[in-house]
C-alpha cells in the first residue's frame, strides 16, 4: 500500500493550450484530436498549474501562469512547465519505494496534456532524454475524465472518457457550459489573449473543484 506522507506528497492540477494553424484544423486523421507537436506551427501556448501538499493543507502553486507573450516564446514556456515537475522530485531523492510518487490530475492530460508537454520538452532538449522521461514519465498521472466515468449519467454501450463539461455539469452545481478548447484557437487569431488566460484558469479551477467532489464522494473527511 502506498504510504502518502504529508511533506512528500504533492498534488499537481494544470491545463495546457495549444494552437494549430488553420490549414490543419480541418484535417482530416480520423482522430478528433486535431493537434501534433510534430507538425509545423502546433505550438505550446501556456497553460495554468495548482499545486498542493494537501495532506499539509499548504498551496505550492496557485494557478500559477505560463504563456508565450509573457515568457518570450515557446521553448521558455516549456521550460518553465519542465521545471515545475522537476520540482516535485527535487525533495523526494531519498523517499522509500511505498511513498508516493507526485500526482498530477486533469481532464484529458494523458491524451494530450502529458504526451504532448513530454514531446516538446525531447524537442527543445530542456534536459537529456533520460531524465525527460523521469521527470515527467514517472508521475501517478489521474485523468479525471476516466476516473470520472462512474459519476455521470451516461447510455455508452462501451466504458468512454467524460468531456470536461459533462463532468463539471454533473458535479458542480450552477455552472454554465463552455464551448471546447478550439474555441481558444479563435482566441488567439484575434490575439485576445487575456480571454486564454481565463478560460484556462476557470477551467483548472473546475478541475480541481472536480477532484475534490470525487474524492470527497468516497471518503468525506479527505481533500486536495
Not at 454501450?157 to 455552472?175: F, G
Request: proline fraction near 7%.
Amino acid at each position: 500500500m502506498v504510504q502518502f506522507t504529508p511533506a512528500l506528497t504533492d498534488f499537481l492540477v494544470f491545463d495546457l493550450e495549444a494552437f494549430v494553424p488553420p490549414l490543419d484544423r480541418k484535417r482530416k486523421t480520423g482522430a478528433s484530436l486535431a493537434v501534433n507537436p510534430y507538425r509545423e506551427g502546433h505550438t505550446l501556448l501556456g497553460g495554468v498549474v495548482y499545486g498542493s501538499r494537501p495532506l499539509m493543507n499548504e498551496v505550492v502553486l496557485d494557478y500559477s501562469h505560463h504563456w508565450i507573450w509573457r515568457e518570450g516564446g515557446e521553448k521558455q514556456v516549456v521550460s518553465s512547465f519542465y521545471n515545475i515537475f522537476a520540482d516535485m522530485w527535487s525533495g523526494l531523492k531519498t523517499k522509500k519505494m511505498i511513498q508516493a510518487d507526485p500526482v498530477v490530475c486533469g481532464i484529458g492530460i494523458s491524451t494530450f496534456d502529458m504526451p504532448f508537454l513530454l514531446t516538446k520538452c525531447l524537442q527543445y532538449e530542456v534536459a537529456p532524454p533520460e531524465e525527460i522521461y523521469e521527470t515527467l514519465g514517472k508521475c501517478r498521472v489521474v485523468d479525471l475524465s476516466v476516473a470520472g466515468i462512474g459519476f455521470v449519467p451516461t447510455h455508452n454501450p462501451i466504458l468512454h472518457p467524460c468531456t470536461h463539461n459533462q463532468l463539471a455539469n454533473a458535479l458542480l452545481p450552477k455552472r454554465e457550459s463552455k464551448p471546447t478548447g478550439k474555441k481558444v484557437w479563435d482566441m488567439v487569431d484575434a490575439k485576445d489573449y487575456a480571454a486564454v488566460e481565463r478560460r484556462c484558469e476557470g477551467e483548472v479551477r473546475e478541475m480541481v473543484e472536480i477532484a475534490a467532489k470525487m474524492l470527497n464522494s468516497q471518503c468525506p473527511h479527505n481533500t486536495v
